[in-house]
């Protein structure tokens, strides 16, 4: 065995401690979070030979240290799930040292933690995804604060967020414009023949006060920069796509369900080399989409799936949905006759899973996907 160093860290410290080529502990001391006192954590790793470095990922917490020892160290990045603490060992001292004792042990895998492009592409997908939730948010304040003026015009279309007819009254109302008929001439022609101008006029006739209209401004110029933010990531994530990862990007669209959006993310969160990964079970587990084996003197206690990479799994999920609903894709046809034996959230998640298997095999044979030639690699749900 060679020297380990386990770190324990958390948002204004990290604990380390290094264990010699016998398992016995040489050195612990907390170090702080700022630039210079992780330099001064390197420079200690460095003089006590210590090759190789294992932390949990706790949060962001651990990215500032992995950028600051990545060049220097064998890194392992591990799951809490998996180096757990058992009952009347918990401090921050003695995780590290626990830390260290599994990854001296070779008890620790360590998780994927992409580099260069992939890790630039990661975090403008995760931008676009934290700004449609936003978005939506704000979207339901903005529904919200014209139901308590009593304009209820939202209830007649399906799309409130998007909708071109709803976003023109609100700015003619920002304007100044009071005036039922001239709003209700700002609705879309399709909308007033389905449920009539009386019907369209009535709820559109509310009470506003200088307050209502300086709330909907606001909401507005928020969900104007939203939306510019948005399309301003999506046009940088496709660019670094196009330039490094145009192939990968097309085998995955080959797959029911997948767009170019969608793979762009996907293919992010994972990388285009499967072989950091090992197998397409792995790379399951490591989504957390596998049902956790919770058994205890035969009885089960839990089957809900493990926790993972939530940006993924919210990837695939909506990938999922699409396949599903979709009446020519073998996915549809399968969720359909899983649906009829088990709830249709559980059937799915089984659906998700085939979907994250038939990207590992897409990725890794370099190959388009072929429903006859991939369904044998397909794991059953």
């Known amino acids: ?46 003089s006590h030979g210590c090759g190789r470095v294992a932390m949990e990922s706790t949060s962001i917490y651990w990215m500032p240290v992995w950028h600051v020892l990545a060049s220097d160290f064998s890194l392992k990045l591990a799951n809490p799930y998996f180096i757990r603490q058992l009952p009347g060992r918990k401090s921050d001292v003695k995780d590290a040292h626990w830390i260290a004792q599994c990854l001296q042990k070779g008890l620790i895998k360590g998780s994927f933690v992409p580099e260069g492009v992939l890790q630039e592409m990661r975090q403008y997908g995760r931008q676009c995804f934290r700004l449609t939730k936003n978005r939506v948010r704000l979207e339901q304040q903005l529904d919200n604060q014209l139901q308590r003026c009593n304009i209820r015009f939202s209830n007649y279309v399906s799309n409130q967020g998007n909708n071109v007819s709803l976003r023109k009254i609100i700015n003619a109302l920002i304007q100044g414009e009071r005036d039922r008929g001239k ?10 023949n389905k449920h009539g101008d009386q019907v369209i ?76 990964f ?5 790379l399951v587990g490591w989504a957390g989409l596998r049902p956790r084996n919770d058994e205890s003197a035969g009885k089960i206690q839990s089957r809900k799936t493990l926790h993972g990479n939530k940006y993924l799994r919210k ?18 046809k399968k969720y359909n006759q899983l649906s009829r034996r088990m709830k249709s959230q559980k059937a799915l998640m089984a659906i998700t899973r085939k979907i994250l298997v038939i990207i590992f095999n897409v990725l890794k044979t370099g190959q388009p996907f072929d429903a006859n030639r991939n369904l044998q690699a397909v794991t059953p749900g």
């Not at 709003?183 to 007033?192: E, K, S």
């Not at 993310?265 to 072989?275: A, F, K, T, V, Y």
């Not at 090992?278 to 792995?282: K, N």
């Open 1 to 46: 065995m060679e020297k380990a160093c386990g770190l324990d860290v958390h948002k204004d410290s990290v604990f380390a401690c290094i264990l010699d080529e016998q398992g016995n502990k040489i050195f612990e001391k907390r170090f702080g979070t700022l630039t210079p006192e992780l330099t001064s954590l390197r420079d200690t790793l460095v």
């Open 315 to 332: 990837s695939l999920i909506q990938v999922s949905w699409s396949a599903a609903r979709s009446k020519r894709s073998f996915l549809g």
């Open 183 to 192: 709003l209700a001439r700002l609705v879309h022609g399709r909308i007033r």
């Open 201 to 276: 006029g009535d709820s559109l006739d509310g009470v506003l006060c200088p307050t209502d209209i300086e709330l909907l401004k606001q909401c507005m110029e928020q969900l104007d920069l939203f939306e510019k933010q948005q399309a301003a990531c999506l046009n940088h994530l496709e660019e670094l796509a196009d330039k490094y990862y145009a192939r990968e990007i097309s085998l995955l669209c080959t797959i029911p369900g997948i767009q170019k959006y969608s793979a762009m993310c996907i293919l992010s969160e994972i990388g285009n080399d499967m072989g950091a």
């Open 278 to 282: 090992g197998s397409a079970s792995q």
